[in-house]
């Protein structure tokens, strides 16, 4: 069962554009939400993260966007780089800090000049 | 990096062989986590220790077993290796930032079963 759903599954945006990956989750009890950027070859590290107190959180280019209501919660990436090429997964975990992540599946996104 | 280390970065074996795998970690934190990632399913929990000798499963645990006898080292061991857990296996620990315990990832094993 997958509990947070992520999309698109590739990405391809244009140097300077705007760059959007969505995620969808089910369990009401899911109370943080971080984002991880991975590039070819590392392990994936801790981009940006968000709680469902806030609709929005913004640090430098990245923004999440969060919609309890609906449960989505979304990644934008403004003025986006080829250095931003990247795998990105969105994650979600109860409230408790030590509680198990559950990820969704990536998107590979391309910046392309 | 969060002081983690994994060992070996690549390994090939073949099927029926035990595979063991270690994470250390120099910063003494509790919570420890093995992850194995593959194509179209993101990063999939397959163990994970919440301190010396204390572990649990995770949603892909069948054919995985670890041991925690120290609190820097988080060994996984396949069993027998079979050619579906050729993967990328990750260890994480979990540390505090920004008032949020957050998972952090070592670099990753690369494994091949033939």
């Known amino acids: 069962q997958q509990q947070v759903k992520q999309s698109p599954q590739s990405l391809i945006v244009q140097k300077g554009g705007i760059s959007i990956i969505n995620c969808a989750y089910e369990n009401t009890a899911f109370d943080y939400f971080p984002w991880y950027q991975q590039f070819p070859g590392k392990g994936p590290a801790l981009l940006i993260a968000?709680?469902?107190?806030?609709s929005e959180k913004k640090e430098g280019r990245f923004t999440i966007s969060f919609n309890k209501s609906a449960k989505q919660f979304s990644l934008h990436i403004m003025d986006s780089q080829p250095g931003d090429s990247a795998t990105y997964f969105c994650a979600a975990r109860g409230a408790f800090g030590n509680e198990k992540l559950t990820f969704g599946t990536g998107t590979r996104l391309t910046i392309i000049p | 990096d969060a002081g983690i280390t994994q060992s070996p970065r690549h390994k090939v074996t073949e099927t029926g062989t035990p595979v063991t795998l270690r994470c250390h970690q120099t910063e003494n934190h509790r919570y420890m986590y093995w992850y194995r990632q593959d194509p179209g399913h993101g990063l999939r929990l397959i163990h994970y220790?919440?301190?010396?000798?204390?572990?649990d499963k995770g949603e892909v645990s069948d054919g995985y077993s670890v041991s925690r006898s120290k609190t820097e080292d988080f060994l996984l061991t396949l069993e027998s290796a079979t050619s579906s857990q050729t993967s990328v296996y990750f260890c994480a620990i979990s540390r505090t930032s920004g008032g949020q315990e957050t998972q952090y990832f070592g670099p990753g094993t690369r494994l091949l079963v033939l």
């Open positions: 220790s919440y301190g010396v000798k204390d572990t």
């Open positions: 968000i709680r469902p107190d806030v």
